[in-house]
């Protein structure tokens, strides 16, 4: 009996993922599961558990292709009962929604693909198909397109490094940062707002305790979203739309990129509940564990950037959310208490806001509310 592999629907807005790597070789045994292959979409990077026990006997796409969702991907020759050339329906838990077949002769291609031949005025139907079943990938336009470049207008895609240089290929992950990050500086009009807050009556109440300093970020952020409601808002057609959950995005550095992780209902949780969620979606980020839904949804995001020593940030609005707050590297510093020099952890933190939606008095206003709850909070009544 057969089961066949195919392209997951890994989000509802995810048009099709690239096979990085089949994490059983061809003919090797697998047990249901079991990581078969990792994944990566625009949203996540990901291993796809086996549905079924078996041997792996057919590998119809092979790493580094990219393909739409439903594109048969693999056949195992499967152990479990059930019915011959059975689709396996959920893969890793989530919904597969095969391809549905058109008319004869009709060519499919993915809306990234289709987005992306007219962006560089390419006509598919010039390009030859490399995907499975000869479709064409976003890697077969891009291609195409350099083949196409004339003479004296040669681009790193095909030409050849010059002496002591090197070219990195672009993953899809990194394209993606890329796109997202240039389109969010097209779309906001980008401002950022700086404060320094003294973190002494944190670091004596952490004492003791396994908590970083970012759950008491978490939570100062969440109490001032609750007197300032248009921080955690969305610009739209119709007007602003406040957000009535407070969903934060914890941006995470990965060996290859970033993600951003949601802690959804943050201002319900606990310090404890927040320091042991922040860590589980890091390190599930890290050894590509998340689901997608796990990445989506946020309505503002906080950014970490002191854990590598840096003091100052100014970083990009993750869209369609309005604002993102930066948080600097915490260090002790000579600072004036009442007209005498103290000793004190300090730490800087930005707020880079959509001038579209609030002003900077309102943007200076969220931040005052979040440096008095980080200095005057009372943090055993809420461990």
Do not use: C
């Not at 009996?1 to 003919?27: H, N, R």
């Not at 007007?239 to 802690?263: F, S």
């Amino acid at each position: 009996m057969a089961t066949d592999i195919i392209m997951p629907q890994l989000g509802e807005s995810i048009a099709e993922g690239t096979v990085v790597k089949w994490l059983v070789p061809l003919g090797g045994t697998i047990e249901k599961d079991q990581s078969l292959l990792e994944v990566e979409t625009e949203k996540v990077d990901l291993e796809v558990p086996s549905p079924a026990t078996g041997v792996l006997n057919e590998i119809l796409v092979k790493a580094g292709e990219t393909v739409a969702v439903g594109t048969l991907l693999a056949r195992i020759d499967s152990t479990s009962v059930s019915t011959p050339s059975e689709v396996i329906h959920r893969v890793g838990g989530v919904v597969v929604r095969p391809v549905e077949p058109g008319a004869p002769g009709e060519e499919h291609h993915s809306p990234a693909v289709r987005q992306l031949a007219k962006e560089h005025e390419v006509d598919l139907t010039h390009v030859k198909g490399t995907g499975a079943g000869g479709r064409v990938t976003k890697k077969d336009v891009l291609e195409f397109v350099s083949q196409s470049t004339p003479a004296g207008k040669v681009s790193v895609a095909n030409g050849e490094p010059s002496m002591g240089e090197e070219v990195l290929p672009l993953t899809p992950m990194r394209k993606t940062i890329a796109d997202r990050m240039l389109k969010s500086r097209q779309t906001s009009a980008h401002v950022s707002t700086f404060f320094e807050a003294d973190f002494s009556s944190i670091a004596a109440f952490r004492k003791g305790r396994d908590l970083t300093y970012l759950p008491f970020v978490v939570r100062a952020v969440t109490r001032a979203m609750r007197d300032v409601p248009m921080v955690n808002s969305t610009w739209g057609d119709q007007g602003i739309v406040i957000k009535k959950d407070l969903h934060i995005g914890i941006a995470t550095a990965l060996e290859d990129g970033l993600l951003v992780p949601v802690v959804r209902h943050a201002d319900r949780k606990t310090l404890t509940q927040l320091a042991k969620e922040i860590a589980d979606l890091a390190e599930r980020a890290r050894s590509k564990k998340l689901s997608p839904d796990e990445v989506q949804g946020g309505t503002f995001t906080i950014t970490n950037h002191g854990g590598f020593g840096s003091l100052f940030s100014a970083p990009i609005i993750h869209q369609p959310q309005i604002a993102i707050l930066g948080v600097g590297a915490v260090q002790k510093r000579p600072v004036v208490i009442n007209d005498a020099i103290a000793i004190r952890p300090m730490g800087y933190l930005s707020l880079s806001f959509d001038h579209r939606v609030i002003d900077g008095a309102t943007a200076d206003q969220f931040m005052a509310k979040v440096k008095h709850y980080l200095e005057q909070s009372h943090w055993e009544q809420i461990l």
